[in-house]
């Protein structure tokens, strides 16, 4: 599986954005899709997933302003970034799990949150 992340840039607080991250390859194999954040000096971690049935689940930080979604038929999903914080600063990864459990990594984008 491969992954290829978009929509990153530099947005004032309060701002909003979208990443999306398309799949080609083994989609059919594709479980569960989320996305992963690491900004400078901190260890990578989990921002939001979603399964193939559509349940999500959040990090507490970003609960009630990012929203995940997937469009099967695009083998794509997307981050719906609202509200955005200084501290949501951070290179953003796209992350896909197969059904044997295997991991896929997409390139970074950055997104930056300044005045």
């Known amino acids: 599986v491969q992954l290829q992340a978009s929509g990153g840039g530099l947005v004032q607080p309060g701002g909003s954005l979208r990443l999306s991250c398309a799949a080609s390859?083994?989609?059919?194999?594709?479980?569960?899709m989320g996305w992963y954040r690491q900004a400078p000096g901190k260890q990578r971690e989990l921002v939001a997933v979603i399964t193939s049935g559509g349940s999500t689940n959040y990090a507490d930080s970003v609960k009630g302003r990012f929203t995940i979604s997937r469009d099967n038929a695009k083998n794509t999903v997307y981050l719906q970034m609202n509200s955005l914080k200084p501290e949501d600063t951070a290179v953003y990864y796209c992350?896909?799990?197969?059904?044997?459990?295997?991991?896929?990594w997409g390139q970074g984008t950055l997104v930056t949150v300044s005045s």
């Open positions: 992350h896909a799990v197969r059904w044997d459990g295997l991991g896929s």
């Open positions: 390859g083994s989609i059919s194999s594709i479980n569960t």
